[in-house]
């Protein structure tokens, strides 16, 4: 789920971030409503329930399986899913953002839905650099140059690595739950019991146990991350059973084991990605525009707003998304996440 990131910036108390949030001036909350001029169609809230994988891609390490909708000539918008989660957090939004005339593309992230290694000798290597060369890798063999790229959990801080370290590829920035980049030696220090409590799934994972209960329990697991990261959200079965449906990929234990456990020092990533994680290390600023979102009802552990604003030197905007809304925030609120890249396009 959210990155170490958040309680990294928990235990020191925010104090580098707000005392640029101080600095930068530029910090303006916004309410969930519909900018007037470029408003989606509000007769239109749920424009799909689900979202088809119909195109295939050989790019890096892996044969990406994704989704594409809208004009193949639109200005392209990347969306990323998290954990454990899927492209159909998508569904609706991917929808209407394509009825706006965007090329949008949903990747199944590496362990999730069909998108496969191409080599059984890879390491299943769940690393946040993995993660964000892959998206590059993507791009490449997609021959787009730069786009829109936005997301939640896992995906939001893939997002925040590319606009970071790769701002030419990076359009503009959607990051649900701001500035999510981890520091794998900040997260070997201890929280105070109450934050530690909030990541116990982290520590679980830690385990043999841990690792024998999630392959075992694989869809429960899920299912209670679902309802405690987004309490008011009243999925139904159906719902759920069409995201779970990825979680049946055969790398998707392993790594999401080693997410977990390398974020916490327990197991190492890959030499190649090293160059990357020192950068990323250093908690790099962001340029590129960028809107950041954060649902009322939150149940997954997340700083204060403010404390990340100052990570953000481009133009910047955040929004509190109201009634309810949990982790979950493009599956819960497709409307306001899909208005939040339609405006962050125009920031560009």
């Keep these: ?104 593309i949903v990747p199944f992230l590496r362990g999730y839905g ?60 959607v990051s649900v739950s701001g500035y999510l980049i981890g520091n794998q030696s900040v997260g070997k220090a201890p929280l105070p019991p109450a934050a530690e409590l909030q990541w116990w799934y982290q520590f679980y994972f830690a385990t043999d146990r841990g690792q024998d209960g999630y392959a075992k329990y694989t869809n429960d697991f899920a299912k209670l991350i679902w309802r405690l990261a987004s309490p008011r959200w009243e999925f139904d079965d159906a719902t759920f059973a069409r995201s779970a449906a990825a979680f049946a990929n055969p790398d998707h234990v392993a790594i999401t084991i080693h997410n977990y456990r390398w974020r916490l020092g327990l197991t190492n990533g890959e030499e190649r990605f090293h160059r990357y994680e020192e950068q990323l290390a250093m908690g790099p600023d962001i340029h590129v525009p960028t809107i950041t979102l954060e649902g009322d009802a939150n149940g997954a552990p997340h700083p204060d707003p403010k404390a990340y604003a100052g990570k953000f030197k481009g133009k910047y905007e955040h929004r509190n998304i109201s009634g309810g809304i949990g982790h979950n925030l493009p599956h819960e609120a497709p409307r306001e996440f899909a208005q939040a890249v339609l405006d962050a396009v125009a920031l560009a």
Aim: charged share 20%; net charge negative.
């Design 114 to 173: 069909g998108t496969t290694f191409l080599s059984p000798e890879t390491k299943r290597n769940g690393q946040q650099a993995a993660l964000a060369v892959d998206t590059i890798k993507l791009m490449d063999a997609l021959k787009i140059q730069s786009a829109t790229i936005a997301g939640f959990d896992w995906g939001a801080r893939t997002a925040c690595i590319l606009a970071a370290l790769w701002p030419e590829r990076c359009t503009s920035l």
């Design 1 to 104: 789920m959210l990155d170490l990131a958040l309680s990294n910036l928990s235990r020191r108390s925010f104090g580098g971030v707000a005392l640029g949030l101080a600095a930068a001036g530029m910090f303006g909350e916004l309410a969930d409503d519909v900018r007037a001029g470029q408003g989606l169609d509000q007769s239109n809230n749920q424009p799909s329930a689900t979202i088809e994988a119909n195109k295939r891609v050989e790019a890096g390490d892996l044969s990406i399986s994704y989704a594409e909708v809208g004009p193949a000539a639109g200005f392209p918008v990347l969306l990323l899913h998290g954990w454990p989660y899927d492209i159909n957090s998508f569904a609706a939004s991917a929808s209407l953002l394509a009825e706006k005339g965007y090329r949008v």
